[in-house]
């Protein structure tokens, strides 16, 4: 049976508080086919250089780095438009 892949897409923004947890719990979901997109919409805080590490530590892991803050809906929207997965 095809497992098909399921994409995440996980705007950011000055959230290097939370990053962490948010990414570790996507990592721990059962459903192991799957995409994490981690769309940087601008921060300032030191996400980006967490983003950094979380991606070179899981494959699956994939950044998006927006030049400035342009808010959730469009950092949601530049995830899907980079999307691989069929869900």
Same mark, same amino acid.
């Given at each position: 049976?095809?497992?098909?892949?399921?994409?995440i897409v996980m705007p950011?923004?000055?959230?290097?508080?939370?990053?962490?947890?948010?990414? !570790?719990?996507?990592?721990?979901?059962?459903?192991?086919?799957?995409? %994490?997109? %981690?769309? !940087? !919409? &601008?921060?300032?805080?030191g996400s980006r250089d967490?983003?950094?590490?979380?991606?070179?530590? !899981?494959?699956?892991?994939?950044?998006? %780095?927006?030049?400035?803050?342009? &808010?959730?809906?469009?950092?949601?929207?530049?995830?899907?438009?980079?999307?691989?997965?069929?869900?």
């Amino acid at each position: 049976m095809e497992r098909p892949l399921v994409s995440i897409v996980m705007p950011v923004y000055n959230s290097s508080k939370t990053l962490r947890e948010s990414v !570790d719990s996507v990592k721990a979901q059962t459903w192991e086919q799957w995409e %994490l997109l %981690l769309v !940087d !919409d &601008g921060s300032s805080d030191g996400s980006r250089d967490l983003i950094a590490e979380l991606v070179s530590s !899981d494959t699956r892991i994939r950044s998006i %780095l927006l030049d400035s803050n342009r &808010g959730a809906a469009l950092a949601r929207n530049e995830g899907v438009r980079t999307a691989k997965g069929r869900y």
